[in-house]
């Protein structure tokens, strides 16, 4: 539980608090931008925020011993999905997602979007990645973004979100959830990278997958990408699979260019973060973002 006096938001790369206010994968975009790291700019409504909304909800708090019965977990998302945000945490959030999007069009936006992100305790771990089991939610206008929020809090008890929890002997209360809220990259191509081997552990090659356009249905496994497998030393291609290809796509997701700044990219994370490492990314315009970076799950 955060400390009292803990922030209810906190603006990325300035992050107070460890992840067990921010969650996994703000601690981690927090990290990125420390480390110098391009991200899309953004903030994070902490743990406390969620906890405070919790505490207005006395049948939720009480629904959270019955767990995983399956009338208590519909009885937690219901509440979390329609119950408006405390007077405090929606003063926060209005006025962060108000200075954020003036920062935008001042950068030529137009519309502003943005890209609402679970940001779950042990998320993105080194013991649990949780990836694609709790909510995100891309192309947000700025008055959907409490929707967006409440609705990932409400994730924290998807029925796969749980039944991980159960295989992994993890609290089924899950803990709390913290939510990103970032500009969305439109991205001309998307990737996820491995600094060693995913499936045989090498360490001399990484692994990357990518796709034109958004990433989410790739991460979530619902498009097959494609793949490459990249020699860590020269950077040279070992192996290439394409993926999934669009009526009238041709050729591959990502050019050489872009591929070879990615893998680059991808080592010097590495370096930073001291560990092998699963990056996700964006590309706009020739230039890539890091949306995510955790150490490699087994």
Request: proline letters at 6%; hydrophobic letters at 50%; charged letters at 20%.
């Amino acid at each position: 539980m955060p400390r009292p006096d803990a922030p209810i938001l906190a603006w990325l790369g300035a992050v107070e608090g460890d992840a067990g206010l921010v969650g996994g994968k703000a601690a981690s975009l927090d990290a990125l931008a420390r480390l110098g790291f391009r991200i899309p700019p953004g903030f994070c409504l902490t743990t406390r925020a969620f906890d405070a909304q919790l505490a207005g909800l006395p049948s939720a708090t009480a629904a959270l011993g019955r767990l995983p019965d399956e009338a208590a977990r519909a009885e937690l998302t219901t509440a979390f999905e329609t119950a408006p945000l405390g007077g405090d945490v929606a003063a926060a959030l209005d006025e962060a997602v108000a200075r954020l999007s003036s920062d935008l069009e001042a950068l030529g936006a137009s519309p502003v979007r943005f890209a609402v992100r679970s940001s779950g305790i042990g998320e993105d771990s080194s013991a649990a990645s949780f990836a694609g089991l709790h909510e995100t939610e891309l192309g947000v206008a700025p008055d959907g973004v409490a929707d967006s929020v409440r609705r990932c809090w409400a994730s924290l008890w998807s029925p796969a979100a749980l039944a991980y929890r159960q295989r992994k002997g993890l609290a089924l209360d899950g803990g709390g959830m913290a939510v990103v809220v970032q500009a969305l990259v439109p991205a001309d191509a998307a990737a996820v990278v491995f600094t060693r081997h995913p499936v045989t552990a090498r360490t001399d090659q990484l692994v990357i997958t990518g796709v034109r356009g958004l990433g989410e249905a790739m991460v979530a496994g619902t498009v097959t990408p494609d793949t490459w497998v990249i020699d860590r030393g020269t950077g040279a291609t070992v192996d290439y699979t394409p993926g999934d290809r669009a009526a009238g796509q041709a050729g591959a997701a990502l050019d050489g260019p872009l591929l070879a700044d990615l893998a680059q990219l991808a080592l010097s994370v590495e370096t930073g973060f001291g560990a092998p490492v699963d990056i996700e990314a964006a590309a706009s315009r020739g230039t890539w973002f890091l949306l995510q970076a955790r150490p490699i799950t087994t």
